[in-house]
């Protein structure tokens, strides 16, 4: 199993939902849930260095991230407080830097934006074509011990399963596995 990163302990917007389904006809089974696709567009993943470089800006000076994650949404960052094994955590929203909570005990491996290489397209088509019929929900930065950070994409599939795709800076996928 891939282990979640940071944001999935409580963080995590979970953005997959069903609505019920409607129909004029009446003779439609109306009980039915119809899925509601969202999905992490090219754009928000490209988001991730502005949202980095905003913060950095915002904070005055190059800072040390533990995760920085993107959704349809926004992008969440957890910034480590200079001189601590703190964390706090920001959100990046149409282009505005807003801090979202209070400092919290963190421990593990950091990065800062000079030691990403994010090329959105290429990470969403190598998802793509090792989860087809899956849609991308979220899109993670995860600072390791050693070398670059590590990528991960989360992806609901067709059926709703949860399915986890790490890859290498490169855009290679290393593991697909179901998520957690």
Known sequence: MIPRPLATV???????????????DGGADQSEPT???????????ADVADAMEAVDEELGGAQQYFEVTANAQNVRLFVKVEGRDRVRS???VRGEVVPSGRAQPADGFTFAVGDVNLEPDVMLDSVAEAAPDATVEEFSIVGTQEGPPRYAAFARS?????????LAEDGTVLEVAPGA
């Open 10 to 24: 409580g963080l995590t917007v979970s953005l997959a939902f069903g609505l019920a389904a409607c129909s004029g």
């Open 35 to 45: 899925p509601v696709e969202v999905s992490v567009p090219e754009a928000a993943v």
């Open 90 to 92: 920001y959100l990046y």
């Open 158 to 166: 067709e059926r709703g399963g949860v399915i986890d795709v790490v």
